[in-house]
T-cell receptor, first 114, second 114 residues
Framework: AQSVTQLDSQVPVFEEAPVELRCNYS??????LFWYVQYPNQGLQLLLK??????LVESINGFEAEFNKSQTSFHLRKPSVHISDTAEYFC????????????FGPGTSLSVIP | DTEVTQTPKHLVMGMTNKKSLKCEQH?????MYWYKQKAKKPPELMFV???????INESVPSRFSPECPNSSLLNLHLHALQPEDSALYLC?????????????FGSGTRLTVV
């Protein structure tokens, strides 16, 4: 069975500093990986996804994530954060065996400090 | 139209009430989902509809009754709920169950059971 671990429940970071949000997964088959962001009092928005091909994927607002199969990780990074990046970030996984189920990690709360 | 619209945004109901949550999308998506999200927790899958047919029920209590009247509309009928059912209820959609491009989420209905 697949599962997702986000080791950091809360990450405080100063504005314009870099940040990395960690995500590890377990699955016995090939996986599809996602990062979703949830701003306060809103639904989830897809930030970026890895399906196949290049292991480095980027979003339009400066985030990137790298798929590392040997370490079963899909960490999210941003070189310089803004106040507006304050939100809850969920890593999610689905696999070929259960493509109709997306499993979400517990989430990481990113707080950007002015 | 690239949105999933959920109504109402907020709902307070008594334990003997009957109410319904509504979800609508006009993107031509044929898979629709109901998720339940408690505070500071990841979304938990409740139901999946594929081509207007229920394909997954994650052992949800019968006091929650989903309905998909057409390909654009998804309802969640609520009856005799308990205070522990208070949560954010999220609707999502995707092209179909095999779509690996991620889900589009609505902003949710925040439900309080008193």
């Amino acid at each position: 069975a697949q599962s997702v671990t986000q080791l950091d429940s809360q990450v405080p970071v100063f504005e314009e500093a870099p940040v990395e949000l960690r995500c590890n997964y377990s699955s016995s088959v090939s996986v599809y990986l996602f990062w979703y962001v949830q701003y306060p009092n809103q639904g989830l928005q897809l930030l970026l996804k890895y399906l196949s091909g290049s292991t480095l994927v980027e979003s339009i607002n400066g985030f990137e994530a790298e798929f590392n199969k040997s370490q079963t990780s899909f960490h999210l990074r941003k070189p310089s954060v803004h106040i507006s990046d304050t939100a809850e970030y969920f890593c999610a996984v689905s696999d070929l065996a259960s493509y109709d189920k997306v499993i979400f990690g517990p989430g990481t709360s990113l707080s950007v400090i002015p | 139209d690239t949105e999933v619209t959920q109504t109402p945004k907020h709902l307070v109901m008594g334990m003997t009430n009957k109410k319904s949550l509504k979800c609508e999308q006009h993107m031509g998506h044929r898979a629709m989902y109901w998720y339940k999200q408690k505070a500071k927790k990841p979304p938990e899958l409740m139901f999946v509809y594929s081509y207007e047919k229920l394909s997954i029920n994650e052992s949800v209590p019968s006091r929650f009754s989903p309905e998909c009247p057409n390909s654009s509309l998804l309802n969640l009928h609520l009856h005799a709920l308990q205070p522990e059912d208070s949560a954010l209820y999220l609707c999502a959609s995707s092209q179909d169950e095999t779509d690996r491009n991620g889900y589009t989420f609505g902003s949710g209905t925040r439900l309080t059971v008193v």
